[in-house]
């Protein structure tokens, strides 16, 4: 179990905050970039091993500050490439990160909350309930843990070109930690990753939506599952809060000044709940004039789930239906449910402060 620490973790430090450090310690803002690629370019995480720094400057830091990771406890590999880490970060939390490699592609899925505060009723993160936020450098050492277990190709390149925030938890929930992270993901001294080669994926928090659009430029993709408020409001209560009208008239102005970029519409297929005609139509007029192209997620299943997966005839249907109203369709290629690593599934282990899941134990043996 890793033990906690009084340091300043360097992890939680974007380029701003680092230079902001320095400066407030009598130094000059460059040691900041000198430090972010020490760290997050050469996987040092020993501050007396970065040797453009000053001895004095070395020892100074060191009495303050460390890079601290979470601890790897488990490290799986799924038949079809599919990594899968959970990785401990304090007594009875831990998270998970999912690796998916796809031809020259290489997507990192990040988690950004120790469960998830949201109760999606598909989802296996959700029936875990919620414990806390993680920190900005809890998020991006998820980015640290996997480039340092997968290392380089052959030309020298990063294995990992993509991060999607799909991980555990809503992470726009955790605004201010997600946004520092996905700035370290784009910083040329951290891992230079493109706005396009980034997605937040949301379920709709209307309010930080509208304030992402002020301070980042990342992809945007909605947990949407639902063509009505009706359904909507069952599968992702958060529904009831923010709507779907004002979800996505949200989503569009989050794109209004973006040219040529587009929302990924997240829509997992559920057997004889949300895949009939009636719903492929309802959703094709519902996104008639939004910039978008959505993909598909076969279900995959967990033990706690009621769910089933709809069939992959009823799958071609509704995306064809989809296609013929002139959207763009794509269904996701289900990777890792081997080592329960398909999307849905990530669970980690979480101490859960919701109560979410001894109330649904109670419950069960309620019923029995």
């Not at 079809?80 to 990192?108: A, C, H, M, Y």
């Not at 277990?149 to 997600?178: H, Q, S």
């Not at 910083?187 to 997605?199: E, H, N, P, V």
């Not at 209307?206 to 945007?220: G, I, N």
Request: aromatic share 6%; proline share 3%; hydrophobic share 40%.
């Amino acid at each position: 179990m890793p033990e906690q620490s009084e340091k300043m973790n360097l992890l939680d430090l974007d380029r701003a905050a680092m230079e902001a450090f320095f400066t407030s310690i009598g130094e000059k803002a460059f040691r900041a970039s000198q430090v972010m690629k020490w760290i997050h370019q050469h996987r040092v995480t020993d501050i007396a091993e970065m040797n453009n720094l000053s001895k004095s400057l070395r020892d100074n830091l060191q009495a303050m500050a460390e890079v601290r990771l979470p601890e790897v406890v488990v490290d799986q590999k799924s038949e079809d490439g599919t990594r899968k880490w959970l990785l401990q970060l304090d007594s009875g939390n831990s998270i998970e990160t999912v690796f998916i490699p796809e031809g020259s592609r290489g997507t990192l899925c990040v988690s950004s909350q120790i469960g998830c505060a949201l109760e999606c009723s598909f989802c296996a993160t959700g029936k875990q309930g919620f414990n806390r936020n993680l920190t900005a450098g809890e998020i991006i050492s998820q980015v640290l843990v996997a480039n340092h277990a997968l290392g380089f190709d052959k030309d020298g390149d990063r294995i990992i070109t993509n991060v999607v925030m799909m991980g555990m938890g809503e992470p726009l929930l955790n605004f201010d930690n997600v946004v520092s992270a996905m700035s370290i993901m784009m910083d040329d001294f951290a891992y230079g990753l493109s706005k396009r080669r980034i997605t937040l994926s949301t379920a709709g928090v209307v309010p930080a939506l509208e304030r992402l659009r002020e301070v980042m430029d990342v992809s945007l993709a909605l947990s949407l599952h639902a063509p009505n408020n009706t359904l909507r409001d069952v599968l992702v209560p958060l529904n009831k809060k923010y709507p779907i009208k004002e979800t996505l008239a949200a989503c569009k102005d989050y794109f209004s000044d973006k040219k040529h970029r587009y929302l990924t519409v997240e829509y997992v297929m559920l057997k004889g709940v949300n895949d009939k005609p009636e719903h492929a139509r309802e959703l094709a007029a519902l996104l008639k004039n939004m910039p978008s192209k959505v993909n598909l997620i076969p279900f995959n299943p967990f033990s706690e789930s009621d769910y089933e997966r709809s069939s992959q005839k009823v799958i071609n249907n509704f995306r064809d239906i989809l296609v013929s109203q002139g959207l763009t369709v794509m269904t996701r290629k289900t990777r890792g449910d081997d080592i329960d690593a398909a999307c849905g599934q990530l669970a980690g282990r979480v101490k859960d402060k919701t109560k979410r899941t001894q109330r649904r134990v109670q419950m069960q043996v309620g019923a029995k």
